[in-house]
């Protein structure tokens, strides 16, 4: 079954960091990019990150440039998302996402259950 | 940064009747290759969001022919007709073709 399953969400301090993990299956991971999008509670879509199948290009939301990283292990058919500095506007369910190909950042073909991060003191 | 606007926000509909969607773009989402980048996507209540659309009018494997977009530049419509029950969630635009990729704010569909 093709399926993308998050993890590593919960509740962290304001300037602190946390690690998401997307685990993908059904599909050869490393021919399609992957995205992180995410959603503040009862707000609307934003996206995030996205990464190219050969993780050779990456690009970044301004809202969180510098501060987050996206990476992948292909050997492992996980997506990943380092967040450091986090703020309160940081707090979202985020989803994973991935694209019909390689090097194709223009839609998303696949979305996971999302995982909740929430930053607060 | 290209804003995506929808209209309208809320949007009642009654069971067997259509209902339409629009999303304009501040910007023409006609991408250099010639195709243009407009996606749908549906996410009901307690659930991730599908994708509907792309390019604008592309439906997805398994989503009903009671779905239909269509548009051109940066005036776009998602058509739903013979609204069910399962219908009932908020449909957002997304345009892909310039960065950031952005999102419209989202229209709630319900039923009467």
């Known amino acids: 079954e093709v399926q993308l399953v998050e993890s590593g969400g919960g509740l962290v301090q304001p300037g602190g960091s946390l690690r998401l993990s997307c685990a993908a299956s059904g599909f050869t991971f490393s021919n399609y990019a992957m995205s992180w999008v995410r959603q503040a509670p009862g707000k609307g879509l934003e996206w995030v990150s996205i990464?190219?199948?050969?993780?050779?290009?990456?690009f970044y939301a301004d809202s969180v440039k510098g501060r987050f990283t996206i990476s992948r292990d292909n050997s492992k058919t996980t997506l990943y998302l380092q967040m450091s500095s986090l703020r309160a506007e940081d707090t979202a369910i985020y989803y994973c996402?991935?694209?019909?190909?390689?090097?194709?950042?223009?839609?998303?073909?696949?979305w996971g259950q999302g995982t909740m991060v929430t930053v607060s003191s | 940064d290209v804003v995506m606007t929808q209209s309208p926000l809320s949007l009642p509909v009654t069971l067997g009747q259509s209902a339409s969607i629009s999303c304009r773009s501040s910007q023409s989402l006609v991408y250099s290759d010639g195709n243009t980048y407009l996606n749908w996507f549906q996410q009901r209540p307690g659930q991730s969001p599908r994708r509907l659309i792309y390019k604008v009018s592309n439906r997805d494997s398994g989503v009903p022919d009671r779905f239909s977009g269509s548009g051109s530049g940066t005036d776009f419509t998602l058509k739903i007709s013979r609204v069910e029950a399962e219908d009932v969630g908020i449909y957002y635009c997304m345009q892909g073709t310039h960065w950031p990729l952005t999102f419209g704010g989202g229209t709630k569909v319900e039923i009467k």
């Open positions: 990464i190219s199948g050969g993780a050779g290009s990456t």
């Open positions: 996402a991935k694209t019909p190909a390689s090097t194709s950042y223009s839609t998303f073909d696949l």
